[in-house]
């Protein structure tokens, strides 16, 4: 109902407002449609969906991983641990020539400023930078008699070498900050990938490892035996 009134010469309209009723069939704003249930259920199977995923990817295997080469000799003197083998899709078997067992830190590295260091030694300053690591390794892990063999090899070699160039303490200790916190394996991973270390040397190396490895690992399993 409309009502009209005069007020300073100006003619004022003043209307009732009324609400106009909801129509029964619009949703109310506060109930969510039938359209974002369905995304917000889709959401929440995708999401379960992953997490099942991440969960399967990333866990070690329940069962007892199968003995391969590469894990002869856990943790002390085994290969790098097999990336496939996390994730379920090694395709080598029983042949393969990395760990399967769980590493429960991460590989020791060298960084950059070491690295760049370690690679400019020569052969001789190799083998005496690691020779006094490689034996506290093997005092600390009994495991000395096994790799006896490796230790007579350097120091054979190191014999037949020219006169030793010392390596200066500020590179001794530089490097001496994550070589004394290797293990037998990444030591011996060192020596051999150096560019300057003999390729026939770093051969011999790596085979008296391997048999060493093999020692180590059958007197593992033996002891494991008898309890």
């Given at each position: 109902m409309e009502q009209h009134m005069y007020h300073n010469t100006f003619i004022h309209f003043s209307a009732e407002e009324h609400p106009l009723?909801?129509?029964?069939?619009?949703?109310?704003?506060?109930?969510?449609?039938?359209?974002?249930?369905?995304v917000k259920l889709k959401a929440e199977t995708h999401l379960s969906n992953f997490l099942e995923r991440v969960a399967q990817n990333f866990r070690?295997?329940?069962?007892?991983?199968?003995?391969?080469?590469?894990?002869?000799a856990h943790p002390e003197a085994c290969s790098r641990p097999c990336v496939h083998y996390r994730f379920g899709n090694c395709t080598k078997g029983?042949?393969?020539?990395f760990c399967h067992l769980e590493h429960p830190r991460p590989k020791m590295k060298l960084d950059k400023m070491q690295r760049q260091c370690y690679d400019k030694l020569n052969e001789p300053q190799v083998l005496s930078l690691l020779l006094p690591y490689l034996k506290h390794r093997a005092d600390q892990q009994a495991i000395g008699a096994d790799i006896a063999p490796i230790i007579e090899l350097?120091?054979?070699?190191l014999q037949e070498a020219s006169p030793l160039q010392q390596l200066g303490w500020r590179k001794a200790e530089l490097l001496d900050r994550s070589l004394r916190r290797m293990n037998t394996s990444r030591l011996m991973e060192l020596l051999v990938g150096h560019p300057k270390v003999d390729t026939n040397l770093a051969d011999q190396l790596s085979l008296v490892f391997g048999r060493a490895r093999s020692v180590i690992q059958m007197r593992s399993s033996v002891q494991e035996l008898l309890g």
């Open positions: 009723p909801r129509s029964k069939s619009a949703p109310s704003l506060s109930m969510p449609s039938c359209g974002e249930e369905l070690w295997t329940a069962r007892p991983p199968p003995r391969v080469p590469g894990s002869f029983s042949s393969c020539e350097i120091e054979g070699r």
